[in-house]
């Protein structure tokens, strides 16, 4: 192990809530797949603890616990809101919550069927978030400002991924993009990182969003990506009209983003099939198909 990566196990966990949350020990303990920065554990029927394993800071953990509670209670989804803080220690000298469950399967690992109600579902959900932001709210170097200045991070990965025979017509839909019109208006709270690991799915459509870690204030076009990301082929229309909020401007640089957002997922799992660390061997085909879908522009 390397002073970022912690070996959690099933003991450590439950040593750590005897020592901090002792009425919570006794609950039963149960691993869940995924996760990099931070590692979850599902803790009995309605909780889950998220540890922070490779994130090199606590920010993003420490984020959430000050934010979720706020924004929280205006959202028409659920969300994993903090209700426990675990801190530091010799045991684990980093941080850890204690945080609500999110009932369901994260969409990598499921499907959207029921496609209309999905990108009502979103839309409503995107409407309610994307308020004016607070002058207090985070902001983000690397991600919810124009397209224009993330140029060389596309240009990087689709370096890296190099789609066969798409690659000038993504660039097309990039330099649209970095064309485009900037948001005028405030701030407002933008997820950040909304793919298919991130959003939870059940009945055929979405049910939950979680990992806010990388929550901030800036342009609403980085979460409007997820039309092509998420969505089904065909539903970015409706998506948009429910949203009901973005001008041309908007949707054009939504698209750009998506267009790199997905060439991240094709680079994570490119990454996966030769063995990388951190990589995700079945990102690949999701970031391939979402690509498709904003080329297809619908």
């Not at 298919?196 to 980085?222: H, K, Q, Y």
């Not at 092509?228 to 409706?238: E, I, K, N, Q």
């Not at 041309?248 to 660390?277: T, V, Y």
């Amino acid at each position: 192990m390397t002073g970022t990566e912690i070996e959690i196990t099933a003991d450590l966990v439950r040593d750590l809530l005897r020592d901090q949350h002792p009425d919570l020990a006794g609950l039963a303990i149960r691993e869940v797949a995924g996760g990099w920065g931070n590692q979850m554990w599902r803790l009995g029927d309605e909780l889950a603890v998220r540890m922070q394993r490779m994130d090199l800071t606590p920010d993003l953990q420490l984020k959430e616990r000050r934010w979720l509670p706020v924004l929280a209670p205006q959202l028409p989804l659920p969300v994993p809101t903090p209700v426990r803080h675990g801190e530091p220690s010799a045991r684990f000298p980093k941080h850890w919550t204690v945080m609500t469950w999110i009932p369901g399967e994260p969409l990598d690992h499921g499907v959207i069927s029921r496609g209309a109600h999905a990108a009502d579902t979103l839309a409503g959900f995107l409407r309610a978030l994307h308020v004016a932001a607070p002058a207090e709210a985070p902001i983000s170097a690397d991600r919810g400002a124009h397209p224009r200045n993330y140029t060389d991070s596309f240009e990087n990965v689709l370096r890296a991924v190099v789609p066969d025979g798409i690659t000038d017509d993504v660039r097309t839909v990039w330099h649209d993009a970095v064309a485009a019109n900037a948001w005028a208006g405030p701030p407002v709270w933008v997820h950040g990182d909304l793919h298919p690991a991130n959003v939870v799915v059940a009945d055929g459509t979405l049910s939950g969003i979680v990992d806010f870690g990388d929550l901030l204030a800036g342009d609403p076009s980085w979460d409007l990506a997820a039309a092509w990301v998420l969505l089904p082929a065909g539903t970015a229309p409706r998506f948009f009209d429910t949203y009901a909020q973005a001008d041309e401007a908007a949707i054009c640089r939504a698209r750009g983003l998506a267009a790199l957002k997905s060439l991240f997922l094709m680079l994570m799992g490119q990454n996966g099939d030769r063995g990388l660390p951190g990589g995700k061997p079945h990102w690949g085909p999701a970031g391939r198909a979402a690509l498709e879908r904003v080329l297809a522009g619908a």
